[in-house]
């Protein structure tokens, strides 16, 4: 099991910034996927972003080109850069791990507690 502790969410206007962070708590070489997903009000989960331990990456066609996900060994945390944002971003964003999987079976059972962000038109 992997405990996820998110943090970095809030109140941002259209076309700001946010930084999300992940911290893991074991090793995140020992993860093979994390991946940060969103759930706004009335919708079901989506897959926002996720890397590999290797470094590939995935983003849903909704955040390309305007989020990017990162990592920081050394920290073990992941995080999620959101540029550009939309009011339409506006939800809760939960970190998941998926220590023996693949990109593809995401999400894994371990899961964050979630941060708000909220995008204001």
């Known amino acids: 099991q992997v405990l996820l502790v998110e943090s970095g969410g809030g109140s941002v206007q259209a076309g700001g910034s946010l930084r999300l962070s992940c911290a893991a708590s074991r090793s995140i070489f020992s993860i093979n996927v994390m991946g940060w997903y969103r759930q706004a009000p009335g919708k079901t989960r989506e897959l926002v972003a996720a890397i590999t331990s290797g470094g590939s990456t995935k983003y849903a066609d909704s955040v390309k080109g305007r989020f990017t996900i990162s990592s920081d060994s050394a920290k073990n945390t992941v995080y999620l850069q959101m540029n550009s944002l939309k009011p339409e971003d506006t939800a809760v964003y939960y970190c998941?791990?998926?220590?023996?999987?693949?990109?593809?079976?995401?999400?894994?059972?371990?899961w964050g507690q979630g941060t708000q962000v909220t995008v204001s038109s």
């Open positions: 998941n791990a998926d220590p023996g999987g693949v990109i593809e079976e995401l999400p894994g059972d371990d």
